[in-house]
């Protein structure tokens, strides 16, 4: 995101940034306005890439409203818009669509994304 500050220069001190001009410091951040926001992770393989994975359920700790979608192997398996109030929320995968190589996501919405988790299963004998 490009932010225009008008600002000379930053430092961050006890755990708070603060930006410089004209003579006077200003602590920059501290608004609790929650920002719109797209993002597309990188493709995880979550270990060996030539290991076929079984991805069930993903598990997403957020506050406000987002939509995710869920890639693997590059294809579409799931969108979906959540907004609750629920600590963590497990997103199941379709059954015919759970396994692949690698995984990707894509959030959209208005909020904070905490955290996004799954536990592949390994190929089975």
Do not use: C
Request: net charge negative.
């Amino acid at each position: 995101k490009d932010l225009d500050l008008d600002i000379t220069s930053v430092v961050q001190a006890n755990d708070v940034i603060y930006g410089w001009n004209t003579g006077q410091l200003h602590e920059l951040f501290k608004g609790a306005s929650s920002e719109s926001l797209t993002y597309l992770s990188a493709e995880v393989t979550e270990g060996e890439y030539s290991n076929l994975k079984t991805y069930k359920s993903f598990y997403i700790r957020y506050d406000g409203t987002i939509t995710l979608e869920i890639f693997i192997d590059g294809v579409s398996v799931l969108s979906k818009v959540l907004s609750s109030s629920l600590p963590t929320e497990e997103i199941k995968v379709p059954s015919a669509r759970q396994q692949g190589y690698r995984v990707q996501f894509k959030v959209t919405g208005t909020g904070t994304v905490h955290e996004i988790t799954n536990i592949p299963m390994g190929r089975q004998k």
